[in-house]
């Protein structure tokens, strides 16, 4: 039996030396070429450093582009829903009103739509009796905000008073977030 474990150890050997070169692989190694030459990884990393080297400029446009929009934002209605950036929008147009000695005191409709995907407009109408030179007065200083206003509809009509009084509806659209507004839901939505 001693002797017979060398030969049964032999042969176990052989067997696996035959299953891996013959059975399992053809016993020829294939060299894999490269993919890519010196001269096209050398392209490559050129490009690549091309590229890292505008990230930085990249960076200060997107950085100023940044700062000017929220500049630009600025001037946008604040409020947490529609109906609180209409009321602020109605307040700001009577106060301007009220600076230039116009009585606008009641706001007559607040009307609201979706601009954008990131805005929306506001606007309130209001009727009140001014003089002419008034009128003019209130819209330089409706435009001379610093909130992104707009006058929308301006109806004026002519009194028959010795002051030369006008009757005015006026529109006052503003921009605000487009957060503000409810997704609104049929027709609309296409």
Known sequence: MKRLAPLVLIAVLLVAVILKYFVLGSGETQVVAAQESVPMAEKRLDNMRKVAATIQGKEETYKKAAAELAGREQGLIKGDTVQQAQVALGELVQTIA?????????????????????????????????????????????????????????HVTGGSDKQKRVQVRLSVSAAAPRKLFPERKGASAF
Do not use: H
């Open 98 to 154: 009220r600076s230039n000695g116009v009585d606008a005191r009641g706001i007559q409709e607040f009307r609201d739509k979706v601009l954008t995907n990131d805005y929306g407009e506001v606007s309130v109408a209001m009727q009140f009796t001014c003089g002419i030179e008034q009128l003019v007065n209130l819209l330089t200083a409706i435009g001379n905000q610093p909130q992104i206003l707009a006058t929308n509809e301006i």
